[in-house]
T-cell receptor, first 108, second 116 residues
Framework: GQSLEQPSEVTAVEGAIVQINCTYQ??????LSWYQQHDGGAPTFLSY????GLEETGRFSSFLSRSDSYGYLLLQELQMKDSASYFC?????????FGQGTELSVKP | EPEVTQTPSHQVTQMGQEVILRCVPI?????FYWYRQILGQKVEFLVS????????KSEIFDDQFSVERPDGSNFTLKIRSTKLEDSAMYFC??????????????FGPGTRLTVT
């Protein structure tokens, strides 16, 4: 079977740092992606890790450990507009397998 | 910035009817996908399409589903005889040739399908 586990919800305050973890068990792995979704709208690409280590893009960073089947998304200097659902997704060849999503609420 | 577009934004249909969901992928992209998301749940892969044929399909994508690229710009998903459980948001996505170290699928805004 295939499974991706991530927390269902996280709450943080503006300006804080939050980490959203993702563990996966899949048959076949090319890389781990992160997507943001506001209110059921289009998932928007945030980052992709094919190799172990940290990728940084502005306020967002993503980490992957292939040996631990684990990754995380780190959001820094949180803003109200970061309130959204965040999905990890395993790339298997030409498709994405999504996790259940983490609902992030940013409070003032 | 180029974007994936989808029509209609909302489709209501009766059980047993056929529906066609339409997508215009980003113009220079070569790989096309359909995903669906039942309200409050995760995004699920349905099918991938490349070089005018299906590359891969999920268990959800049974004989009631079909995809087509009828011309150089449109990409369609047809559901032949809709069921209540087909009610979901359907997302189209497209991808160009991967740049080094990256893999990004661009998603459209979705079509909300409601089957009554």
């Amino acid at each position: 079977g295939q499974s991706l586990e991530q927390p269902s919800e996280v709450t943080a305050v503006e300006g804080a740092i939050v980490q959203i973890n993702c563990t996966y068990q899949t048959s076949g792995f090319y890389g781990l992606s992160w997507y943001q979704q506001h209110d059921g709208g289009a998932p928007t690409f945030l980052s992709y890790n094919a190799l172990d280590g940290l990728e940084e893009t502005g306020r967002f960073s993503s980490f992957l450990s292939r040996s631990d089947s684990y990754g995380y998304l780190l959001l820094q200097e949180l803003q109200m507009k970061d309130s959204a659902s965040y999905f990890c997704a395993v790339r298997q060849a030409g498709k994405l397998i999504f996790g259940q999503g983490t609902e992030l609420s940013v409070k003032p | 910035e180029p974007e994936v577009t989808q029509t209609p934004s909302h489709q209501v249909t009766q059980m047993g009817q056929e529906v066609i969901l339409r997508c215009v992928p980003i113009s220079n992209h070569l790989y096309f996908y359909w995903y669906r998301q039942i309200l409050g749940q995760k995004v699920e892969f349905l099918v991938s399409f490349y070089n005018n044929e299906i590359s891969e399909k999920s268990e959800i994508f049974d004989d009631q589903f079909s995809v087509e690229r009828p011309d150089g710009s449109n990409f369609t998903l047809k559901i032949r005889s809709t069921k209540l459980e087909d009610s979901a948001m359907y997302f189209c996505a497209s991808r160009g040739t991967s740049s080094r170290g990256s893999y990004e699928q661009y998603f459209g805004p979705g079509t909300r399908l409601t089957v009554t």
